[in-house]
């Protein structure tokens, strides 16, 4: 596989009189320049690549100047367009250069695998290679999936099939005095693994080579012997391989067909690193773009050009740190018995010598330069959906570039341009094209911003051709789709979410549908959960309505008509009710007090006063959870929390209603849960401040038998350690410090527990036996045990 292989005048006579194989790594820049310097010295009247025909037509384009690698051909079924398949090409890929070179010289360029009418319409599950295979008469292993450069590097006695790549093919250049003694040697090894291991547990493969061969034959009719074919390796001892005509057109007898669409897509190097296509997904696409473009000194450039990543990233790198690296890689290489350093040694001296030993900086530079986040481009010209290219005239209207790096982006939504960005943005969500996805903002949280984190991935141009089944363009499709998903919604929360994404969409056609399928269904539906849950959505809504100046009148009639009935169900709705529909009702609960308040701020001022005073009606609600005993402990909880938070219940009757609660006769169980549903979600700073309500929570814990418990501690667990640190430390000092008379200001009322300023020595001494205990120690052991309370109160 090396460039000294001898010079041998009977292969290349045979080569004379027989179409010219050049056998290659997909993505391999390798192979890359091996393919043009064999083309270069061969000089073929036509050249066939591996890839679907029906993308002969879209040849042209590769000439065209903005057509940029990395790009990939995607067929996709014309009656499903979900059902799609991509041939990536990068700029190192053989492929790539094998097309650009035949449009070059002028030299017709032709695809000869399987058509994608056949691919796209065979069965995924038709093909299932066996994990071990068995062994014929002859030896040879069948129906075992293999790998051929696994099989390869290990037979050289490598455990890294990419290292033994990069030792025998990039480092040693193509072929200098034989251009093709390269591919003689790889088709020679290919050859002895087809016959050890038959089609390598891919089957199918037998029907591609076979319509290959076909279009080979096909091919040297017209040209004679001046045929160069670019295809994977493994392919070579097929078409080489002598077969009737007869018999291969019988293996593609009776195949599926479908109809399909091709066109060119940008690519991007993350994509190149995954298996798709050609089956050859590499690890280190960056890594081999700079092998192949780098001329002279590929060492020297690349730890140059992390130097400079790492600098732009504020680290302290300068040239000496360059200098040492490129030293020490060599050095690496030598130790190794490698020809010249490769990414792994190159990567083994950055993390010694620019990155201080750590991963951290050296994962920066594998997810930057290693794999990359390049994005290729195609021309105008290339076949488009008509969804598609409406996209695309958004994207320049709102100067909104598609990048294959992650990105955020801040939305002022009082400027038009940030608007439509945000309607486009939302739409392209609606149908299933994730582009961007909302992110929490940095800066304000006000209504009018939006901060959304992009990336464009070669996959969404499936999903616009899927899309592309509701319209010609992002509205009129958006509008489409949200009328018909109204209209099949199988819950009222998914009527009210699709009515928020119709508002942030700015989808006006499609208002009115999804409105009157949501008065339908509130009218219909008689869960309290359901409504509950589809309340808040709502009122959103009319909150970004009113920030984008949409008409909302209709959907605040709805919203409110919606509270009221919750108003009216609740208190029923939260008798006898199992532990975890009680903690699921006191969600709901506070997911209703917080859209309350918002609904209304909203109508206030507005000049339908129908629905008067929302939260006066809310807190009365609250009220009779809290005092009904029917109501689970959780909720009532809640209720009083919710209640005192907003100031209309006082200090003094929150703390009456917790003393009753907590009082000897209530079993502990039930006070638990109450004690979780008032302290819960952030209540920890309410103990904190108020020493009186800490108490109470104090002096009933220690009260509760040593047999309830064990059944009680895991809701309190579950409590406390929802509280941030610092708020368990302070009211592990307040419990630390004991009950005792607090005469100062903050002090409880009298006749109501407290704490003192002091620790009491008698109740620490109570744990005394136990620490004895634990610690093995015998009552007239001198041994000192220091007085520490830290393991007083629950949560700390």
């Not at 990105?407 to 582009?435: I, M, P, Y």
């Not at 989808?507 to 339908?520: N, S, T």
């Not at 939260?574 to 859209?595: F, I, K, N, P, S």
């Not at 700073?685 to 309830?708: I, K, Q, S």
Request: proline content about 7%; hydrophobic content about 45%.
């Amino acid at each position: 596989m090396s460039d000294d292989s001898t010079h041998d005048p009977t292969r290349h006579r045979a080569r004379a009189i027989g179409p010219l194989l050049l056998g290659v790594r997909h993505h391999g820049p390798g192979s890359a320049r091996a393919v043009r310097a064999a083309l270069d010295a061969a000089r073929p009247g036509v050249v066939l690549i591996e890839g679907p025909p029906e993308a002969d037509v879209l040849v042209p384009l590769a000439a065209d100047p903005d057509m940029r690698p990395p790009v990939a051909l995607l067929a996709h079924a014309l009656d499903e367009p979900g059902r799609s398949a991509f041939w990536p090409l990068a700029e190192f890929s053989p492929e790539w250069v094998a097309l650009r070179w035949a449009l070059e010289q002028g030299a017709p360029a032709r695809f000869i695998d399987l058509p994608a009418t056949h691919t796209l319409a065979w069965d995924t599950e038709a093909e299932a290679p066996s994990e071990t295979g068995t062994e014929d008469e002859s030896g040879a292993v069948r129906g075992l999936q293999v790998d051929p450069l696994a099989v390869l590097a290990e037979t050289a006695g490598y455990d890294d099939p990419e290292r033994w790549w990069e030792d025998v093919v990039e480092h040693r250049g193509p072929g200098q005095r034989d251009p093709f003694a390269p591919f003689a040697a790889l088709e020679e090894a290919m050859t002895a693994l087809r016959e050890r291991y038959g089609v390598g547990g891919r089957p199918r493969d037998l029907v591609r080579e076979a319509h290959m061969r076909l279009q080979v034959r096909a091919a040297r009719k017209e040209f004679g012997d001046g045929v160069a074919v670019v295809c994977g390796a493994w392919h070579v001892p097929a078409l080489r391989e002598k077969t009737a005509v007869t018999a291969d057109r019988a293996l593609l007898k009776g195949l599926p067909r479908t109809k399909a669409d091709l066109t060119w897509v940008p690519w991007t190097h993350r994509r190149l690193a995954r298996s798709s296509g050609y089956g050859a997904g590499i690890d280190s696409p960056g890594w081999y773009g700079h092998l192949f473009r780098a001329q002279d000194r590929p060492v020297e450039r690349w730890l140059t050009k992390v130097a400079g990543l790492l600098r732009a990233e504020d680290r302290i790198v300068s040239s000496a740190h360059v200098i040492e690296a490129v030293r020490l890689a060599g050095t690496l290489a030598a130790m190794r018995g490698r020809p010249l350093p490769g990414l792994s040694e190159t990567t083994d001296a950055v993390r010694a010598v620019m990155c201080d030993g750590s991963d951290v900086p050296l994962a920066l530079v594998h997810d930057r330069l290693v794999v990359g986040d390049v994005l290729g481009e195609v021309p105008e010209a290339a076949p488009a959906v008509p969804l598609q290219r409406d996209l695309a005239r958004e994207q320049r209207r709102l100067r909104l570039k598609p990048e294959a790096l992650e990105r955020e982006l801040e939305l002022d939504l009082r400027k038009e341009t940030d608007a439509g960005r945000s309607r486009l943005l939302h739409r392209l969500r609606l149908l299933g094209v994730g582009w961007g996805e909302p992110a929490e903002s940095r800066g304000s949280t006000g209504t009018f911003r939006e901060t959304w984190r992009l990336r464009w991935e070669p996959e969404l141009s499936v999903r616009l051709a899927e899309a592309g089944v509701w319209g010609t363009t992002v509205l009129a499709a958006a509008t489409a789709k949200a009328e018909a998903e109204a209209t099949t919604a199988g819950a009222l929360a998914e009527v009210t979410a699709l009515a928020e994404h119709c508002l942030l969409a700015g989808l006006p056609d499609a208002l009115p549908v999804v409105m009157r399928v949501l008065a339908d269904r509130a009218a219909l539906d008689t869960d309290v959960g359901h409504l509950a849950q589809a309340l808040p959505a709502l009122v959103r809504s009319l909150r970004y309505g009113d920030v984008r100046g949409t008409g909302t009148a209709a959907l605040a009639g709805v919203a409110a008509g919606l509270a009221e009935r919750v108003f009216v169900g609740l208190p029923p709705a939260c008798a006898a009710l199992d532990t975890d529909a009680a903690e699921e009702m006191r969600g709901h609960v506070d997911t209703v007090h917080g859209a309350v308040g918002l609904l209304a701020e909203t109508l206030t001022g507005t000049p339908d006063t129908r629905h008067g005073d929302l939260r006066g009606r809310w807190r009365s609600v609250l009220r009779t959870l809290a005092l009904r005993d029917t109501v689970p402990g959780v909720v009532r909880g809640r209720a009083v929390r919710l209640l005192l938070d907003d100031g209309e219940l006082g200090p003094e009757e929150a703390a009456r209603l917790m003393g009753l609660v907590l009082s000897a006769g209530t079993p502990p169980a039930d006070a638990a849960a109450w004690i979780e549903g008032f302290v819960g979600g952030g209540g920890g700073m309410l103990l904190v401040h108020d020493e009186r309500l800490l108490g109470l929570v104090d002096a009933w814990l220690t009260g509760v038998p040593a047999e309830a418990f064990t059944d009680v501690l895991p809701l309190l667990r579950r409590t406390f350690s929802a509280y941030e640190p610092g708020v368990r430390r302070t009211l592990g000092e307040l419990v630390r410090r004991g009950p005792g008379d607090n005469s100062g200001p903050a002090g409880p009322a009298a006749g109501l527990p407290g704490f003192a300023a002091e620790p009491d020595t008698e109740r620490a001494d109570a744990v005394l036996p136990v620490l004895r205990l634990l610690l093995g120690l015998d009552e007239g052991q001198e041994r000192e045990i220091p007085h520490d309370n830290s393991l007083a109160g629950v949560g700390t």
